[in-house]
């Protein structure tokens, strides 16, 4: 530009037209600096991956398989009529369900059940809900275990009977324990 400048300052006659060439370099300038910015911005963009086929010689070809099922289902598939009847007589007795058992899990008895889950503020995408079924009364069976009867209380202290009494409330006070 000094150039420029220079080279008009030896025309001192014509002072709009140095005027009008330096606004047309300017603007040469910015157009210039504008398209290289968009080049430069715009080559990551451009920029992809070729496909190419594969270099070995085989082709892809699917082998026949058997008409076997693909994967075995697991776990609980359908509901025991049994165990239906059981909830479908614990959510007529929780008023959430009307009329008879049918021993069936249809749209009315997942209807109620997806309600009582939604009383008590739990999910109720899948029906019954553990929590729905415990809270119905139709938990986890019990009655087998171990600790099921009454005689198996862990927090008394059964002392044995064979054992003089003034030494066995010696053992309790030493023990720490109350009886």
């Not at 693909?70 to 609980?76: M, T």
């Not at 171990?146 to 927090?155: G, L, P, Q």
């Not at 059964?158 to 324990?177: E, Y």
Request: hydrophobic share 35%.
């Amino acid at each position: 530009m000094s150039n420029l400048v220079r080279c008009h300052r030896l025309k001192p006659e014509s002072p709009d037209k140095l005027i009008k060439e330096v606004q047309i370099r300017v603007n040469l300038r910015r157009a210039f600096t504008f398209v290289l910015a968009a080049s430069i911005s715009a080559t990551p963009v451009l920029a992809s991956r070729v496909h190419r086929a594969p270099t070995s010689g085989h082709a892809h070809v699917k082998h026949h398989t058997p008409a076997t099922p693909s994967h075995k289902l697991h776990g609980q598939q359908a509901i025991a009529p049994e165990r239906v009847t059981s909830i479908q007589q614990a959510l007529i007795k929780a008023h959430y369900l009307s009329g008879e058992p049918s021993s069936k899990w249809d749209a009315d008895t997942q209807a109620a059940m997806v309600k009582f889950q939604a009383d008590q503020g739990w999910q109720t995408k899948l029906t019954p809900d553990s929590r729905a079924l415990i809270k119905l009364g139709l938990g986890p069976d019990h009655s087998d275990a171990i600790n099921a009867s009454e005689s198996a209380k862990f927090n008394v202290l059964n002392t044995p009977t064979n054992i003089p009494p003034t030494l066995s409330q010696g053992f309790l006070a030493g023990s720490g324990a109350s009886h």
